[in-house]
């Protein structure tokens, strides 16, 4: 069964800066486009962004374009999302998700003002 783990969130200041991490176990990444999701007690899982498996083609959210970065390292079996200029709305705890997979734990992300 497909597992993918969450981590690296944490409290961050507004205007800071986090990367979180997405790894997998008991199967590779590379063959697996990712998508990156948010979700705020109460409110619906957003999708704010996704990479292929090649990880040439990236897309994001409006609300996080020009801020956060999705990359990914097959050699690692591991996708990054690089959250930058962090606001207070960005407070979420984040999923990554592989076509197939069961939704993880994810990480709470704060962002204090």
């Known amino acids: 069964q497909l597992q993918l783990a969450e981590s690296g969130g944490t409290l961050a200041q507004s205007g800071g800066s986090l990367r979180l991490s997405c790894a997998a176990s008991?199967?590779?990444?590379?063959?697996?486009?990712i998508g990156w999701f948010r979700q705020v007690p109460g409110k619906e899982r957003e999708g704010i962004s996704c990479i292929s498996s090649g990880g040439s083609v990236t897309n994001y959210a409006d609300s996080v374009k020009g801020r956060f970065t999705v990359s990914r390292d097959n050699t690692e079996n591991t996708v990054y999302l690089l959250m930058n200029n962090l606001k207070s709305e960005d407070t979420a705890v984040y999923y990554c998700?592989?076509?197939?997979?069961?939704w993880g734990q994810g990480t709470q992300v704060t962002v204090s003002s």
């Open positions: 998700l592989a076509p197939g997979a069961n």
């Open positions: 008991g199967f590779t990444l590379d063959y697996y486009a």
